[in-house]
């Protein structure tokens, strides 16, 4: 059975850095610098609500308590509702990407690439659980999802290249379809990961999602291989 290392979740009470401005650019004034750092504060309080509670949580109201900023703040920084929810599925695209892209752009055997990639979004899901959860569980704000939808898109047909390689060198059985089978080991490796924040009974401990996914992983592997 293929062996699955993953870490434990940690905690999320310290804010991502906020990046500086680029080369050739004139350092940020300390008005700008602190108003960064409110938007920031505003996007991650959003960000944690729904996360943590779900999307009807999310009011102006609760993001202030969370943030400890005034309303005006929220518009003045972001907006309203809905472009916070748009903020926090931007930025947990972009988190996703930072992790897929190394794994998708690595060299090697087909299968070795197809577990990097599966093991590298299990990292995701377990360093970055927010940003994971609101791309599993979207909210029903439709520019969020359509945005999520083509990302979504994107990285399952990087998925499908990776299989279509296989097969081109005899590697990965060519009766499969691959845009088909991305899809599938996705959505199924997504369903997995998804044990973790079930209610009472319904969840599952690392240890034993561990397991699960090392499971999932070996049958995918021998199920992709060409007999």
């Given at each position: ?28 004034t300390r008005t700008q610098r602190r108003a960064a750092a409110n938007r920031q504060s505003v996007i991650d309080a959003a960000r944690e609500i729904v996360a943590t509670e779900g999307t009807d949580a999310l ?169």
């Open positions: 059975m293929i062996s699955v290392t993953l870490c434990p979740m940690p905690s999320f009470d310290a804010a991502p850095q906020l990046h500086e401005a680029g080369a050739g650019s004139p350092p940020l009011t102006l109201e609760a993001v202030a308590d969370r943030a400890d900023v005034a309303i005006a703040t929220i518009y003045n920084r972001v907006g309203n509702r809905a472009s916070l929810l748009m903020a926090v599925a931007e930025q947990a695209m972009e988190e996703s990407r930072t992790y897929m892209d190394a794994a998708y752009a690595a060299e090697g055997a087909a299968e070795e690439r197809l577990l990097l990639v599966a093991t590298t979004w299990v990292r995701f899901a377990r360093e970055r659980p927010h940003e994971f959860r609101i791309l599993v569980e979207p909210a029903d704000e439709p520019d969020a999802v359509a945005r999520l939808a083509e990302l979504t898109r994107t990285q399952n047909a990087k998925l499908a290249d990776v299989i279509r390689a296989g097969m081109a060198t005899g590697a990965v059985r060519p009766d499969l379809e691959p845009d088909q089978l991305a899809t599938a080991l996705y959505a199924s490796l997504n369903g997995i990961l998804a044990l973790a924040w079930r209610p009472g009974e319904l969840r599952y401990e690392v240890e034993v999602l561990d397991r699960l996914i090392a499971a999932f992983l070996a049958m995918a592997a021998d199920g992709l291989r060409t007999r």
